[in-house]
């Protein structure tokens, strides 16, 4: 017999039970009896509750026999002691009659609407036992319009009951306020932006709404809520570093839809359109399904044996004639963690070099490289679960809306909670709306910058001496470097008057709790891995470290960039980060691979590149990057693959780069395949395939261990766990990682004995003891003092939410309809001055090349700036960007071009290349 | 304050008290700043500012205020529930959307004596704290935004409004903003949703209590225009000696504005509880319209639950307990909830024996449809089905049947809703079905029981019975 305690329990149909504190009734009873005990229709876990179909009504009372009220359940919290009636004849005959009237506007043709067997509406009237319909069929809604127009998104609003879970998803789970209720009572509907249709809105196409939607009201082209699927698969969305779970649905193993899970506790219910809708791209014609040997200057399609036979060739070959490190493998962070742990293993102790780099090196090298030397570790500090707890968010140099939507998302949230935002960032991106501070810099000063900010924070005796004193080191010299600046030059270079510096450094150093947001805005800088530093000077200064809401949290570019070194797809670091020219740490591989490695550190990405061009390099093993099309300078890379003597691809599309290889090897998309991906909060979590690989493609990691194999290596047969396993053997802060104990979310690294995960590092002390703090004073890029006086503009580059880098998936589905082609963007003074306007064809051009881009005219950003997309690889962007790289990790300088520009004709005139027409088939110029 | 001389022909009838409306209609009285101070403007404010803003909170719940926006909810004791640990700002709001049907006293005050409700809101803003405050006013009285847009300039000019008031440290910040023209902005919550620029679908309490998540979710007082005029009689003359006016548990006075099918239609500040309700049709109104019997009163605006003419009520007088007919009833919130109507908002509706019953509901019913917001279930469909069942009786196409699917309706909206328009809309179609049900079932036709409808009728042509 339970008794009362009177604070954690109360009286569910009699039965004395337990509740959490702040649970509303509903939850009380969805936890007791299970979602659906109490029937819903306007209530869904991922949004507020709403109280407004009230079919959620129970019969509570304070007293076993007091007077008893009918109440909304899922809006009305629970009390200590209340007794909850939920199945009394009165609130029974009160959902009959609500869901009587609701079926008095709504279509009785079930069996033909695609939601039928998943429709709330449905199950509810089931439930509560609609048996006729009084009313007699009166003024009606029935024959609405349905709405088509959209690659993704569609509405049938005949089905529509009016609960406005579509609206509230919009707002509270997305944030961009599409969808709203139009007119009242009878006459309300649901319309998109003034009453368009979803084309002509600002839809972002997250489908939030369509999965909120307990009817077929709002739906997308996939039918997502349909019950074709047979099998629904748990994974991992491979676009971006959030990390995404999706639950796709298949059927003859084909992949039908794809929705968010309720209880992912990354994403809850919501995605970006890249997650949820671009899937198409899996099992698109042009996928490669036959390996390919180039044998006079075309490709032929072989047998894997085949393949293998020629590489196994190959590559014994040219190691016998020019040594191991003649070879060289450059990783991907699209790939899984046990793919690239393979990848670095078979470079490193089957061909026995150094030589392993992967895509990270284009983007985040700088952040591992700065934060190893700050706190020592490559890696966020807290969660993005933190953006609850924090009460000040600093973002730099990210666009987290278009980048990192879901993220965005939430910061966008938070922002409009009232939790002060700072953004620093050369572009007015969405997030501005929202924040409280902009600091508008001139792209290329991020240093100068922050050197500012910190300088504000100790003039305002804002430092957290405790935490500096006790837990960090270095701090005299970076005091002394802050005092000796000049801050009349700073304000120059920056543009950024100081006293708005001032603001924001006041802002946050002075709240409770501050977190940070990093992107590639930091990065790809020729002080990129500096920038970094800086970042984690600010945390230590005013001691946001190692509690919930703080930290520095970079945001990656790719879904596994943060996996890909964690697994030493780098050329001076082995898996779990170990350096490989200690010799104890040599020794340490050497025995755990069975294989004799190298003690000399190995080339970077643009190092091999060198090397191939002087010949230094001969083969070069490509998984997974177009890098003809990404790595800046495109020329110049083409020109190291060609000087190549041999190339291997794994590619599941012909790329630009896949075109110079000598052998293609034609592997399985992430729907395909097992593993994990490690997201940008450090969360390692399980990809599980979907659908078996392409007839005739195979899974990266399979590959990887036969060609081990082929060459001689024991490797194992490819198994996601057996993989992790073998991990979990040499990198320390996967000691406890299981693939079973890695549950549906996920752990966060590290993970201990036991699986148990770590959200947030450095709580006590930090992983390189005391933190440290740098200074280093400002320099202009090189690209600027060079060519700066020529070419007197600044090009900054980014990217849209819509498409993924050079786009060879996301063109291959209906996100190829939503954005069609790069533009470039142009401050209207720059543009008078040039005779440009909106639309017309212009021409950049740098000390490299040229491309030629329509033009768009907005003050989002300042004069002397211009910014674009690399989304089209067919523009070329790439031809004009620079040579520069970070000093300490040679990450490209993306961010800073020197150009110039003209108009060279008008909108209407093909003077560039043609652009594509909305509608058209996904399919590429390749 | 005496030698006050009213325009000829609107002079306040003797049985009158007027308190709010002493300016109203009052000869040579414009809605100027001067005009105010001539007698004693703004004198209160001085006061206030000098007292303790406790005290006045203190002198309000004396004076036994109730709020006379129509739920009659004491107005000292809505101001203490401002969290004492609160550290957000505070707003007040004043509910200036008069729009409950029958209801015609707000606009006049703001036409002709603005700065009195200016008054009423700096003093009420210094007891809870507030700093700024808004007055909502309905978009149909366009108007009256302007002139206390005017009033709230010549005010601040003047040093009642705005930083330092009357040489004290209390800054108040008064802005009019006009509304959404809809009934639900007068919902408090939904006036605040408005307020903040969004759709005024009401809020969920809990938890959007506004005295705790109100406005941009600080704490937020919302008030009717009269009752925060009240506020400045209440320290002028003190708490006790003002409670000393009416009845007690019902003090002050209060405007009635009386409609319908009298000689004398109009509006009337009497003391709370001091008139009868035939008094208020015999004295006040001159009496029903020749040769006409009475057939029926909704006492407090169109959602309060009609009274039949030839009801009896039982009342506790004392100790005991009388019966008396509707001409008896006193006019104060607690005589007519114990009728089993409301006060509400003072707006007395007279229906004579002129009327069809089924057209008075019908066209209750057809105000409630169109003004539902429609964010709960039961009232966005159950109000429209209302209103189509009482088109059909109005139309002489309705079984008796539909009478008892009408009261179910009606059973399934109140009390499941997310605002009081739940209630509003429900009690006059279950209090007509009650009270009337034989006058509503003789339009209807035995002879369409069970027969398929098409509903869609327009209303039949004659709504008089003779
Ligand atoms: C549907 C609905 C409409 C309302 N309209 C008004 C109105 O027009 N004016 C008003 O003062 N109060 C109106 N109210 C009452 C307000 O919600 C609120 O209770 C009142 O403004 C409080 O002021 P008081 O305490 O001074 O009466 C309405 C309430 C409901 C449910
Ligand atoms: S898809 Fe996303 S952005 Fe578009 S309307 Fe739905 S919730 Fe809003
Ligand atoms: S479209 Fe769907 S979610 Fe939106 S109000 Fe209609 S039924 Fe509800
Ligand atoms: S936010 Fe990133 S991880 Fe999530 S669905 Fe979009 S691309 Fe995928
Ligand atoms: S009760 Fe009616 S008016 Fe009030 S919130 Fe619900 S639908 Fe809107
Ligand atoms: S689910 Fe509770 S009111 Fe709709």
């Known amino acids: 017999m339970v008794t009362l305690n009177p604070t954690t329990h109360a009286y569910l149909d009699g039965q004395l039970l337990a509740f959490q504190p702040g649970d509303t009734i509903l939850k009380f009873v969805d936890r007791h009896k299970g979602r659906g005990f109490v029937p819903t229709l306007c209530d869904a876990p991922q949004l507020d509750p709403y109280g407004a179909c009230r079919v959620c009504s129970v019969e509570v009372a304070l007293k076993e026999d007091g007077p008893r009220r009918v109440v909304a359940s899922c809006h009305t919290p629970l009390s200590a002691g209340m007794h909850v009636h939920t199945q009394t004849q009165k609130v029974q005959k009160l959902r009959r009659n609500i869901v009587e009237l609701v079926l008095t506007d709504h279509p009785l043709d079930c069996l033909t609407c695609e939601v039928n067997g998943n429709c709330e509406l449905q199950t509810v009237a089931a439930k509560v036992g609609i048996r006729k319909v009084r009313y007699p069929e009166g003024k009606n809604h029935l024959n609405r319009q349905k709405d088509l127009s959209h690659p993704y998104m569609t509405s049938d609003l005949s089905k529509c009951i009016n609960c406005s879970r579509c609206v509230r998803a919009c707002d509270e789970v997305q944030g961009q306020f599409v969808l709203s209720m139009h007119g009242r009572g009878f006459d309300a509907r649901i319309i998109k932006g003034f009453d368009t249709s979803f084309e002509d809105s600002e839809c972002v196409s997250c489908g939030a709404c369509s999965q909120a939607c307990p009817t077929s009201a709002i739906s997308d082209i996939f039918q997502s809520k349909a019950i074709v699927a047979t099998e629904k698969t748990r994974t991992i969305c491979t676009y971006c570093g959030v990390g995404c779970n999706l639950d796709v649905a298949t059927k003859n193993n084909e992949v039908l839809s794809i929705q968010a899970p309720l209880d992912a506790e990354v994403n809850f219910a919501h995605t970006c359109l890249k997650g949820r809708y671009a899937f198409r791209f899996y099992n698109h014609p042009d996928r490669l399904r036959k390996p390919l040997i180039r044998t006079n200057g075309h490709f032929e399609e072989v047998t894997w044996e085949q393949a293998y036979a020629h590489i196994v060739e190959n590559l014994t070959r040219i190691r016998a004639e020019y040594g191991p490190d003649s070879i060289a493998g450059i990783s991907s962070a699209r790939c899984t963690n046990e793919e690239n742990y393979l990848m670095q293993k078979f470079i490193r102790a089957v061909i026995g070099t150094n030589n392993i780099d992967c895509c990270a090196r284009v983007c985040h090298s700088p952040t591992a490289f700065g934060m190893q030397q700050s706190f020592g570790t490559g890696a966020a500090t807290n969660s993005v679960e933190d953006l609850q707890h924090t009460q000040c968010i600093l973002v730099i140099g990210a666009n987290p809306t278009e980048g990192h939507p879901v993220t965005g998302a939430k910061i966008k949230q938070r922002a409009m909670k009232g939790v002060p935002l700072i953004v620093i960032d050369p572009r007015e991106i969405e997030i501005v709306k929202y924040a409280k501070h902009h600091l508008q810099l001139r792209p290329g000063t991020n240093v100068a910058l922050l050197n500012m900010f910190a300088y504000f924070i100790l003039e305002g005796g804002m430092v957290d001496r405790d935490f500096v004193g006790s837990r960090c080191e270095n701090w005299s010299e970076f005091e002394a470097g802050l005092r000796s600046l000049d801050l009349d030059q700073i304000e120059e270079v920056t543009g950024v008057p100081r006293e708005k510096v001032r603001a924001a450094a006041t802002e946050y150093a002075e709240s409770p709790a501050s977190m940070s947001f990093h992107g590639l805005g930091v990065t790809e800088h020729s002080m990129g891995a500096k920038t970094v530093m800086l970042i984690a000077n600010l945390a230590m200064m005013t001691g946001n470290i190692g509690r919930p809401g703080v930290g520095v949290n970079p945001l990656r570019g790719q879904n596994n960039v943060q996996g890909a070194a964690d697994m030493g797809c780098q050329p001076h670091q082995g898996a779990g980060y170990m350096r490989v020219n200690d010799p104890a740490m040599q020794r340490l591989y050497q025995d755990f691979y069975g294989m004799p490695v190298s003690g000399e550190i190995g080339l970077k990405i643009p190092e091999m590149f060198e090397a191939a061009r002087n010949g230094r390099l001969k083969a070069l093993w490509l998984m997974g990057e177009d890098v003809v099309q990404t790595d800046p300078n495109s020329e110049a890379v083409k020109e190291s693959m060609n000087a190549l003597d041999f190339l291997v691809v794994q590619e599941i599309f012909m790329t630009e780069t896949a075109k110079f290889a000598n052998v293609i090897l034609p592997a399985a998309s992430f729907l395909e395949k097992s593993g994990t991906f490690t997201n940008a909060e450090r969360r390692v979590q399980r990809v599980n395939a979907a659908v078996p690989p392409l007839e005739g493609t195979k899974p990266d990691g399979q590959i990887i261990c036969e060609i081990m194999q082929h060459m001689g290596y024991p490797q194992a047969d490819y198994t996601a766990d057996g993989v992790l396993e073998e991990i979990s053997r040499v990198v320390p802060f996967f000691k406890g990682a299981t693939w079973e104990g890695l549950g549906d979310n996920g752990k966060q690294w590290p993970v201990k004995e036991g699986n148990v995960g770590t959200p947030i590092m450095h709580l006590d002390s930090f992983k390189r003891g005391l933190g440290k703090f740098h200074f280093f004073a400002w320099q202009e890029s090189q690209e600027v003092l060079e060519h700066g006086l020529e070419f007197p503009y600044i090009l900054t580059t980014g990217r849209l939410l819509e498409h993924y880098n050079c786009g060879t998936m996301t063109r291959r589905t209906g996100n190829a309809d939503i954005v069609v082609e790069d533009v470039v963007v142009i401050n209207p003074a720059d543009a008078a001055k040039k005779g440009v306007t909106g639309g017309d064809w212009v021409r950049l051009f740098s000390a490299r090349g040229e491309v030629r881009l329509r033009s768009r005219i907005s003050e989002e950003v300042k004069p002397g700036v211009i910014y674009t997309t690399f989304h089209f690889p067919e523009h070329l962007v790439n031809n004009i960007t620079s040579d520069v790289h970070d000093s300490d990790t040679l990450c490209p300088e993306y961010k800073v071009v020197a150009i110039d520009f003209e108009r060279v004709g008008s909108g209407d005139e093909p003077a560039g290349l043609p652009i594509r027409e909305k509608g058209r088939a996904h399919t590429l110029p390749v | ?466």
Not at chain 2, 319 to 347: N, Q
């Open chain 2, 1 to 466: 304050m005496s030698n006050v001389t009213y325009i000829s022909g609107k002079e306040p009838h003797s049985r009158e008290h007027r308190l709010i409306f002493r300016n109203i209609d009052r000869k040579g009285y414009d809605p100027g700043l001067k005009c105010y101070l001539k007698d004693g403007g703004y004198e209160q404010l001085k006061k206030a500012v000098t007292m303790e803003p406790k005290a006045i909170t203190d002198e309000v719940k004396a004076a036994g205020l109730r709020g006379r926006g129509g739920a009659g909810f004491p107005t000292g004791l809505k101001w203490t529930f401002i969290p004492p640990t609160n550290t957000k700002p505070v707003y007040l709001i004043c509910n200036a959307d008069e729009s409950e049907p029958g209801t015609f006293k707000d606009r006049y005050i703001m036409h002709q004596d603005p700065h009195q409700l200016l008054e009423g809101m700096a003093i009420a803003c210094y007891a809870v704290g507030a700093k700024l405050a808004y007055i909502y006013v309905r978009e149909e009285f366009p108007h009256a935004a302007r002139i206390l847009e005017e009033a709230i300039a010549e005010a601040t000019k003047a040093g009642f409004l705005g930083k330092g008031i009357c040489g004290s440290t209390f800054d108040l910040e008064l802005y009019v903003h006009r509304g959404a023209g809809a009934y639900i902005c007068g919902e408090e919550t939904g006036l605040i949703e408005s307020l903040e620029g969004k759709r005024p679908y009401p809020r969920i309490k809990p938890p959007f209590f506004p005295a705790v998540l109100g406005l941009y979710m600080s704490p937020t007082i919302v008030n009717n225009v009269e009752s925060l005029c009240h506020v400045k009689h209440i320290l002028a003359m003190g708490g006790a000696e003002y409670a000393k006016l009416g009845t007690p548990n019902n003090t002050g006075t209060r405007i009635l504005c009386v409609s319908g099918d009298v000689q004398k239609p109009g509006y009337f500040e009497v003391q709370v509880g001091k008139v009868t309700l035939g008094e208020v049709i015999q004295d006040l109104c001159g009496g029903l319209k020749p040769g006409r019997k009475l057939q029926a009163v909704i006492p407090g605006g169109s959602s309060a639950k009609v009274l039949r003419a030839d009801e009896r009520f039982k009342l506790k007088r004392g100790d005991e307990m009388v019966e008396i007919g509707l001409e008896d009833i006193p006019m104060d919130f607690d005589s007519l909830a114990a009728c089993g109507s409301m006060a509400g908002s003072g707006g007395v509706i007279i229906i004579d024996d002129s009327r069809k019953i089924s057209w008075v509901l019908n066209n209750i019913n057809s105000f409630y449809a169109h003004e539902s917001c429609g964010q709960c279930t039961p009232c966005r469909e159950g109000s429209l089905w209302m209103k189509k069942i009482s088109d059909r009786i109005v139309a002489g196409k309705a079984s008796p049947d539909d009478v008892a699917t009408l009261e179910s309706v009606a059973n399934n909206i109140e009390g499941k809703t997310i605002c009081a328009f739940g209630e509003a809309c429900s009690w006059p179609t279950q209090s007509f079905i009650r009270k009337f049900r034989e006058e509503l079932v003789a339009d209807t036709r035995e002879e369409l029981a069970g027969v398929p409808v098409n509903h869609e009728t327009t209303l039949a042509a004659a709504n008089l019975k003779n």
